[in-house]
């Protein structure tokens, strides 16, 4: 039942990324391009989201537990730091430039969209590559 939940939650979010047009990269490209000719859709589309998640939390944390663990894992993390910041700014130049980002990267493989292939394995050789380093750094 659990491996169900997981499959029918990603069909969920594949179909809502599919439905927003989260998949174009044009799209998404113009929807950053606010000094040119910018289109607002996908605004609706993240406010949608905020509106979803604050509904799904409430209903979430009223719970004692979640149904298929046996607690809930909180990050403990709560302060900005420069991997943080570092992080986001990467995440939001590549998002910029390449019109994807990691959930959509993936929802459009299945449509053999040559640029998302490479653009979803040069992100899984970066993944790879920042824990790499980040070992490299910490020991």
């Not at 149904?67 to 990050?75: A, V």
């Not at 986001?88 to 040559?114: D, K, Q, R």
Request: hydrophobic letters at 50%; aromatic letters at 14%.
């Amino acid at each position: 039942m659990k491996n169900f939940t997981f499959w029918i939650a990603g069909i969920l979010f594949g179909s809502g990324l599919t439905l927003s047009g989260m998949l174009n990269p044009s799209k998404v490209q113009s929807f950053l391009n606010i000094f040119g000719i910018w289109d607002p859709s996908l605004a609706f589309v993240m406010v949608g989201g905020i509106i979803m998640a604050l509904i799904g939390y409430n209903l979430v944390f009223k719970m004692e537990k979640p149904i298929f663990s046996e607690e809930f894992n909180i990050p403990a993390l709560s302060h900005i730091d420069q991997k943080l910041i570092g992080g986001s700014a990467l995440f939001g130049v590549g998002w910029g430039i390449g019109g994807l980002c990691p959930g959509p990267s993936i929802a459009i493989l299945s449509t053999n969209f040559y640029p998302a292939i490479i653009f979803t394995g040069s992100m899984c050789v970066g993944l790879y590559l920042g824990r790499w380093f980040e070992s490299k750094i910490s020991s």
